[in-house]
């Protein structure tokens, strides 16, 4: 193992963290500041992939179809929380599990219908096109740093709403207490809904980000939005701070653990009790981290203070 | 008080009526008919492959005048959901509500291993329109079980022989992490005897392969072999593309095929793939085959698509050949034996086992002139290529 | 306050609803008790298959009920169990081992070795943390089937046939596995009631409830807890051993997230906390499935919004409808 593969493995690593954090930043928002269970956040993910590949086949520019994708999204997802959510706000748990249970049956089958079965494509903008060399052999698309660029920019984003804007703060002391807030005269049912409909853009964001690095298709959001509640419970859950840390952790975890797992269990065991534990390990390796810091910090590396 | 009971009573009872509803909700059957179940994935993201399947049974039973056989044809279609438990009290409505003469499916091993037993227990006949599993090609062959899709190894096998013959001399494996992989990489290597740098398996449903690419980049291999199916396909050939790695020979079974190209377009093309049929077939059954399916469902057909509807030329073949006693089995099982039909592939032909003996090619993804995509057949690999495990299997 | 009077008034219309859940849940027995005989009329193996998958799934969230309902566990990962109880049956029937009694046995002591392990170590979390970590243990759970290569991985196990009863093939004909599965589920039904009514289960209760009190007064709630997640468990593999011989055959996907899933929904879907609603849940979960998929090929579309509605419009699932149409035609 070389030098460079080592460190282009850990790019790779923090780069996958920073794909699972944009998809995992709108869930920890609506959950840590509405307490609000959202399943179905993982086909708003979806629904941003397919409307992005639609305005982008429809006007043939990205941007373009980013900037009518990003508003619908927006719109949908105020939708669906006038249809659907916001009677279920201070709801039991479980509750919101179920009903976000059949959004989630209802979407998946409903882009089937509008769009198809077959995953559609996107292409990569033009301008980003490009790529820089990583090592010999290997390209690094530019789109994927635009991704990590705007990864980190909604990180930035995000702590400075809720750290210094008034928004934020009523945010924040929402998440503590939110019949306080009412009773100060700020309309908490407006305040989730702005909420809401800024997580549901954040889902849909995401999943315009990522169309034309992954296939956009039915149910794409639903592994995903495990992995990102991993990323959300390891981080603790509503704070940015903490879904930023561990959705690092999880792709450098993940992305190390894939690639040099083997051999360092070749290290110890022959080579095919090896390869073979690598292989029972390797996919297992994200949940066996979550158990193990939920079983350290019962409430995730940086719980939310209440 | 006593309402409450009567409450929670309605409520079972309703629950009552609605399982025998859902049971009796077929309608009552005309015996003379021939009635064939389909069951394929139809729902999930996997659908697109079931749904190819569908529509060219559909189209064949249509090019037959609703006839198959001669026969008054009723087709019955049910997804599997690609659940295999959800799968086995499907079959058995069709087999038993339904009182199906063929059962066409599944598309996915793993419902077929689910499904094979009920099926080949009862009295109808199981074909398999895409699975092709090892199991059921040696010591558990049986009778009333056809496949006319191929032995998954002989796919893998195509690229293991193409990758030999072209004189690669050090080639990377990549495949997911569960049993099909690692059938497929035995496969591959059943036929090229060179240096495998690496055997990769990475986890179902990868998303990013930066991981693997800057591995592949580091081993420099001759050439890529992988076995991706579906959307980690997809995620797999964008990304290879955008990494620049497409000077290295990328072959592959189930990755690149008119499934997944209309999400990976450009991406894809030059790639290698393995299979027994193509859309540029040069066969005029087979052409006409294509115009038809695009004109009805606006897509490119796959081979998953003509392996379906070989399946309904086969059933046509031998109820004819019977003179349409569908109730005698036994003589439908050997008029199916001899495969008498046009295939849309030209030559096949079913082995002891009841899979198929057929040509195999490489093929390459290309651009047509419309602007869509598909594999293009460009050498014959194998000829009349047979399975390795036909011998275990005691039929003749 | 008239706390007083509304406690008396609640307790009375909790037991309203108690008479009125036996009742169903008597009437709901006794349906399925007769359901082979006019299942005679129609295609008769298949729908005694598909009431037996439904009680089977019945079983399988009843005993989510006890730990959801009761304990206030929300389990991510139950369909963890369902998977060890069918893989005891698949793995050692293709070892030429057929009995049903060694089969549960070897079924039952996995899931409770487990339940426990996991058990003792998710109990530390509390609420979300809790169905996280339960899901990540029954995610291991579900890689490790996959890695099993040994016994087909991916693709799974077909038993080679179903379980015998002390060397009898009572399981093999349908009707066999039929009046077995009704009768593991009316144990676990009547095993449940008598929990819950226990003093375990008011403990268990009281620990859901005011978790500090209890402590205070010195009981332990974790220890509870534990007792009650490793039975749940154990109650699950019955389920799976029963559905591996159901469906002839094992696979990685009775445990996968989804399942699980499903399991909570069909819970909640029957009412949480009343152990006749989730069995309820279950079967007509699994009934509007089958009705639904047989209509159109788009079903989810319905029934998606169908569970919103539930929520939305029936708190407390079925079992909650229906008292409130009782309750309502009272008042």
Redesign the interface.
Known sequence: MSLTLFLVQTLNGLQFGILLFLIAAGLTLVFGVMDFINLAHGVQYMVGAYLAAWFTALTGDFFLGLLLALPTALLFGLLLEWLVFRHLYGRDHLDQVLATFGVILFLNEAVKVAWGSSPLSVPIPDAFSGSVRMMDGLLYPVWRLVVIGSGFAIAIGLALLVSRTRLGMLVRAGAVNAPMVSALGVDIGRLFMIVFGFGAMLAGFAGAMVAPILSVEPGMGDNILILAFVVIVIGGIGSIRGAFAAALLVGLVDTLGRSFGPQMLRLMLDPSAASQTGRALAPMLIYILMAAVLIVRPAGLFPAQR | MKNAKSGAGIAGGAIAALAFAAALAAPAAAQEKLKIGVILTLSGPAANLGEQARDAINLAVKNLGGKVGGVDTEVVTVDDELKPDVSVTKVKALLERDKVDFVIGPIFSNVLQAIHKPVTDSSAILISPNAGPSSYAGKMCSPNFFVTSYQNDQVHAILGKYAQDKGYKRVYLMTPNYQAGKDSMAGFKSQYKGEVVEESYVPLNTMDFSAELAKIAAAKPDAVFTFMPGGPGVNLVKQYRQAGLQNIPFLSAFTVDESTLPAQQDAAVGMYGGANWAPNFDNALSKKFVADFEAATGKVPGTYAIQAYDAISLIDSAVKATGGKVSDKKAIEAAMKKADFKSLRGSFAFNNNNYPIQDLYLVQVAKRPDGKFQTEIREKIFTADKDPYAKDCAMK | MSAAGTDIAVTAKAR??V???E???I??FV??AL?PI??QA??????I???T??MIFAIAALSLDLI?GYGAM?SFGHAAFIGLGAYAVGILASHGVTDFVVQLAAALAAAAVFAFVTGA?SL??????FI??T???S??LF??G??L?AY???????LPERSRLFGLPLFSSDKGLFYATLACLIGCYLLCRAIVASRFGRVLRGARENPVRMTAIGFSPYRFQLVAYVISGMMAALAGAL?AN????V?P??MS??RS?EL??MT??GG?GTL?GPI?GA??FL??E??L??LT??W??I??????C???FA?GG??G???????K??G
């Open positions: 309203q609803a008479g009125g859940r009742r169903a849940i009437a709901t349906l399925l359901a006019a299942a129609g295609p008769q193996g298949y729908i298959d598909l009431i998958r439904m959801l929300v170590l530390r979390t509390k609420g979300v943390y996280m970590i899901l990540a243990f995610q291991m890689f490790f996959v890695s290569s087909g991985g991916d693709d799974g196990l077909s559905l159901q469906t002839g055959f696979s996907a009775y997230w989804q899933g909570l929904a909640i879907f949480v006749v309820i079967m007509a009934a509007l089958e009705w998929a047989g090929e788009h989810k579309m029934f998606g919004p169908l569970l919103v539930v929520v939305l708190r079925i079992m409808l229906a008292a409130r149409i009782g309750g035609r009272d």
